[in-house]
Antibody
Framework: QLQLQESGPGLVKPSETLSLTCTVS??????????WGWIRQPPGKGLEWIGS???????YYNPSLKSRVTISVDTSKKQFSLKLSSVTAADTAVYYC????????????WGQGTLVTVSS | QSVLTQLPSASGTPGQRVTISCSGSSSNIGSNTVNWYQQLPGTAPKLLIYSNNQRPSGVPDRFSGSKSGTSASLAISGLQSEDEADYYCAAWDDSLNGVFGGGTKLTVL
């Protein structure tokens, strides 16, 4: 059974870059069957898809965040990562990593989530 | 403001059947499949329904999904107290964006 675990700083200063990593266990991150994605949820609000990466490195991003987002994959470490630049308080959220099958856009395995607060 | 529209709240009594709706447009629900997630308090979302009406292994058949045109619905029959949660619809949009509904908070009275 695939398991995901987010890690990274819980506090980021405004204008800096938020960096998170998702470690995959119980399966291969090099599988051609999945996309590896990031979703966030501001406190008390709904879900927002940030973007996804394929094992080959190809990516697609939410257009509203595209200019600030980079998602990459490191198959040797069984990890994929999120970088969000120029953060503001509006980027404060619980960030989830999750897996979607290549053939459809839905997320059937999720990490537990990690809260990132943007504050000076 | 979410691309997919859900009523913010719904309620029902134990044993009742409740329906949660999700409204979109021709570029998302109208041309792509709909998925539903259940989020219990303090936990990560869980996939409840995918491809409009398919249940992942382990999801009780009390949960069912349907789609018609640019709208979709999640039905929960035999409502139980443990069904109290937030429910989100989601779909791919042809603008190359994945979109979620704003969520519906289900209260079991």
């Amino acid at each position: 059974q695939l398991q995901l675990q987010e890690s990274g700083p819980g506090l980021v200063k405004p204008s800096e870059t938020l960096s998170l990593t998702c470690t995959v266990s119980g399966g291969s991150i090099s599988s051609s069957s999945y996309y590896w994605g990031w979703i966030r949820q501001p406190p008390g609000k709904g879900l927002e898809w940030i973007g996804s990466v394929y094992y080959s490195g190809s990516t697609y991003y939410n257009p509203s965040l595209k200019s600030r987002v980079t998602i990459s994959v490191d198959t040797s470490k069984k990890q994929f990562s999120l970088k969000l630049s120029s953060v503001t308080a509006a980027d404060t959220a619980v960030y989830y990593c999750a897996i979607s099958p290549k053939i459809a856009w839905y997320f059937d395995y999720w990490g537990q989530g990690t809260l990132v607060t943007v504050s000076s | 403001q979410s691309v997919l529209t859900q009523l913010p709240s719904a309620s029902g009594t134990p044993g009742q059947r409740v329906t949660i709706s999700c409204s979109g447009s021709s570029s998302n629900i109208g041309s792509n499949t709909v998925n539903w997630y259940q989020q219990l308090p303090g936990t990560a979302p869980k996939l409840l329904i995918y491809s409009n009406n398919q249940r992942p292994s382990g999801v009780p058949d009390r949960f069912s999904g349907s789609k018609s045109g640019t709208s979709a619905s999640l039905a929960i029959s035999g409502l139980q107290s443990e069904d109290e949660a937030d429910y989100y619809c989601a779909a791919w949009d042809d603008s190359l964006n994945g979109v979620f509904g704003g969520g519906t908070k289900l209260t079991v009275l």
